[in-house]
């Protein structure tokens, strides 16, 4: 199958990439950043989907370059990673990276019959529901990351009203390799390189890029499970996260287990993290020094408005219609998961060994 993966340069597209490298897919990278990987028959196409003629440049150009391989110019399939994830911006200025993007891609590949994958998050039901999140919860996002977001689903839904085929996966706690530059990054550096470690008690549920990626090609191999009239918006989300949700406590002490303290004596002072109250105090004080420093704010407001409440995720769908029909999650656990990134972290950015036996 042509399969176009916009964002496929980022943090957790670029697994859609590689899985579907893995399964002799012919794969279309359409990102503004030059991917920083390599894949064998791996196809780049730079462009911007901001608007109607950079997302038709970007098909286009895509499909003139398969057929320039010899391959059937036709886009079968899309998976849609593009959003800015930032917990400082306002809605203006995620307004069009994160909902014209959506709108743009998902009209796109309605107009070549292609079955479309767009990732979401839970971002997009606040705090207001109740636990484990379902995916027909109502939309209730309190921020203006998970307002975008929540228009880019309904974005996605009017499309699927139209006739396109498609469906919408929604995560939390995403972690996984190469993850440098990402806002996950802080949960590890945070275990290895600070005296102070946080033990909050909000239960979330947590997913493995790797996952992220299989799930996707998973469920563009079988689209025939997906394909159907234009049901109920929810009826076309799907939670993917792993088996048990975890408190982010135990995330903590499961890390702390694999990575000793850098400091001497390997000192570590566990203590309970603050509530609700203290987390939005945290975050309006952390913004209120960045904008004296000048620096990125090390506690967001908006994000502290999120954090405070759980975010774990029912499984019970995706277990009815993706591991009924055969899927498999690469990882057994959520601790099996974060072993992974921290073996990869040792080697790729501390640049040490492990320094425990896992």
Not at 237 to 245: L, M
Not at 282 to 300: C, F, N, R, Y
């Amino acid at each position: 199958m042509n399969i176009a993966v916009f964002g496929g340069s980022g943090f957790i597209f670029r697994q859609v990439m590689r899985y579907g490298i893995e399964r002799n897919h012919n794969m279309v990278c359409i990102d503004l950043n030059e991917p920083k990987f390599e894949l064998p028959g791996m196809i780049y196409v730079r462009a911007n989907v901001a608007t109607e003629k950079g997302t038709e440049y970007a098909f286009s150009t895509a499909e003139e370059m398969l057929k320039e391989k010899g391959l059937e110019g036709k886009i079968d399939a899309v998976a849609n990673g593009i959003a800015i994830l930032s917990y400082t911006k306002s809605v203006d200025k995620l307004y069009v990276p994160n909902v014209i993007t959506a709108r743009n891609i998902a009209l796109a590949s309605m107009d070549r019959n292609a079955f479309l994958v767009h990732m979401s998050g839970v971002a997009v039901q606040g705090v207001s529901n109740p636990t484990p999140l379902l995916e027909e919860y109502p939309l209730d996002p309190i921020e203006p990351y998970g307002i975008t977001k929540a228009l880019s689903e309904l974005e996605v839904y009017s499309a699927v009203k139209s006739g396109l085929q498609a469906i919408i996966l929604r995560a939390n706690g995403v972690v996984g390799p190469e993850c440098l530059g990402t806002m996950i990054l802080n949960m590890f550096d945070t275990v290895k390189k600070q005296p102070i470690v946080p033990l909050p008690s909000t239960l979330n549920s947590y997913v493995n890029t790797m996952d992220i990626g299989k799930a996707i090609i998973f469920a563009i191999e079988n689209s025939e499970i997906f394909s159907g009239p234009s049901w109920e918006f929810h009826d076309r989300i799907y939670n993917i996260c792993d088996k048990q949700p975890l408190t982010d406590a135990e995330v903590f002490r499961h890390l702390m287990k694999r990575i000793p303290s850098d400091f001497p004596f390997g000192l570590r002072l566990k203590v309970k993290a603050p509530g609700k109250y203290g987390l939005l105090a945290t975050g309006l004080l952390t913004e209120v020094i960045s904008k004296i420093t000048g620096g990125q704010p090390a506690l967001p407001y908006n994000l502290a408005k999120l954090v405070y409440a759980s975010h774990c995720q029912s499984r019970e769908k995706f277990e009815k219609v993706f591991e009924k029909n055969g899927f498999r999650m690469e990882f057994n656990s959520t601790e099996d998961s974060l072993d992974h990134v921290v073996k990869w972290l040792y080697y790729n950015y501390w640049k040490e060994s492990p320094a425990t036996d896992f």
